[in-house]
């Protein structure tokens, strides 16, 4: 590892910007689609299904009360025979939902049946809110990152790995056809928390610390970061296996495990890189 660190590193630089152009055209492409409670809509959830109903069965239930645009989702839970049904769609629904509702229970012979349900008024506030938060958030994080580190590029470069862990979630998320909700901007606003502290522990060893190369010191601090992601991504994959039906959290673990698989990328291979150029063309003292 020491040997790539010192001698190829600026080959490694390539990745993270290929993977950002990648990323990047997934989003301009495909785009991500609002969730029901940042675009309005209706949530249906069906528990304790002795029996798998297909997908095309429960689409012809919504289509016969004239649902046709909906998402559905049928999940075993793990240590019990029954399914949940999980089934999303933005049509409004209210003229028919008794029907729907009582229409789904009994043909799918279903235990409890809960619903909720959030305008579209109400979803477009939430999603201005939503924006709002991520931009404070990274206004606040590039202030900080300023006053701590004095240097305007290593903070630039800082900053520009973090935007680039956020980017790169987002288009993840659009390519496993994930919807953007107040859940997944949660996941986004801890994915930016977590690179922070990733990238200040990188440059923090390479900057302020002294003793060795600077190639030694981020070695050092890569081993530490990589135990730390590791220790996590584990700990989100257990997550992602045991609320296998639950949307939410699912929703949340699998956004943080995107966030984190760029953050190795875009921490260790960009934002290392530019640092140990920098270093080289002696633009920084280490």
């Given at each position: 590892m020491?040997?790539?660190?010192?001698?190829d590193?600026k080959k490694?630089?390539l990745i993270p910007?290929?993977?950002?152009?990648?990323?990047?055209?997934?989003?301009v492409?495909k785009?991500?689609?609002?969730g029901?409670?940042?675009?309005g809509g209706?949530?249906i959830?069906?528990?304790?299904?002795k029996?798998?109903p297909?997908?095309?069965?429960i689409?012809g239930?919504?289509?016969?009360?004239?649902?046709?645009?909906?998402q559905?989702?049928v999940v075993?839970?793990?240590?019990?025979?029954?399914?949940?049904?999980v089934?999303?769609?933005k049509?409004?629904?209210?003229e028919v939902?008794?029907?729907?509702?009582?229409?789904?229970?009994?043909?799918?012979?279903?235990?409890?049946?809960?619903?909720?349900?959030?305008?579209?008024?109400i979803?477009?506030y939430?999603?201005?809110?939503g924006?709002?938060?991520?931009?404070l958030?990274?206004?606040?994080?590039?202030?900080v990152i300023?006053?701590?580190?004095?240097?305007p590029?290593?903070?630039?470069?800082?900053?520009l790995?973090?935007?680039m862990?956020?980017?790169?979630a987002?288009?993840l998320?659009?390519?496993a056809?994930?919807?953007?909700?107040?859940?997944?901007i949660?996941?986004?606003?801890?994915?930016?928390g977590?690179s922070v502290?990733?990238?200040?522990l990188?440059?923090?060893?390479?900057?302020?610390r002294r003793g060795g190369?600077p190639?030694?010191?981020?070695v050092?601090?890569?081993r530490?970061?990589?135990?730390m992601t590791?220790?996590?991504?584990?700990?989100?994959?257990?997550?992602?296996?045991?609320?296998?039906?639950?949307?939410?959290?699912s929703?949340?673990?699998t956004?943080?495990?995107?966030?984190?698989v760029?953050?190795?990328?875009n921490?260790?291979?960009?934002?290392?890189?530019?640092?140990?150029?920098?270093?080289?063309?002696?633009w920084?003292?280490?």
């Open positions: 020491d040997g790539v660190l010192k001698y590193y490694f630089l910007i290929l993977f950002l152009a990648f990323s990047s055209s997934i989003l492409l785009g991500i689609e609002l029901i409670d940042l675009a209706t949530l959830q069906l528990e304790g299904l029996e798998k297909s997908e095309s069965e689409e239930i919504l289509a016969s009360h004239g649902v046709k645009s909906s559905i989702r075993g839970k793990i240590g019990s025979p029954t399914y949940t049904v089934i999303l769609t049509e409004d629904i209210s939902e008794t029907e729907l509702i009582s229409s789904l229970e009994n043909k799918l012979k279903a235990e409890e049946v809960s619903t909720s349900g959030v305008g579209a008024e979803g477009e939430f999603f201005s809110q924006k709002k938060a991520i931009v958030a990274v206004s606040f994080m590039a202030l300023f006053i701590l580190f004095r240097y590029v290593i903070s630039m470069s800082m900053i790995a973090v935007l862990d956020g980017i790169d987002l288009g998320m659009a390519l056809g994930m919807e953007l909700s107040l859940s997944s949660a996941a986004l606003l801890m994915v930016i977590y502290d990733s990238n200040i990188l440059t923090t060893s390479v900057i302020k190369k190639q030694d010191r981020v050092k601090a890569m530490t970061g990589l135990k590791t220790t996590t991504l584990i700990a989100l994959l257990v997550l992602l296996f045991l609320f296998q039906g639950e949307r939410i959290i929703g949340i673990a956004v943080l495990l995107f966030g984190l760029s953050d190795l990328i921490t260790w291979l960009f934002n290392a890189g530019v640092i140990l150029f920098l270093v080289e063309r002696r920084i003292k280490a």
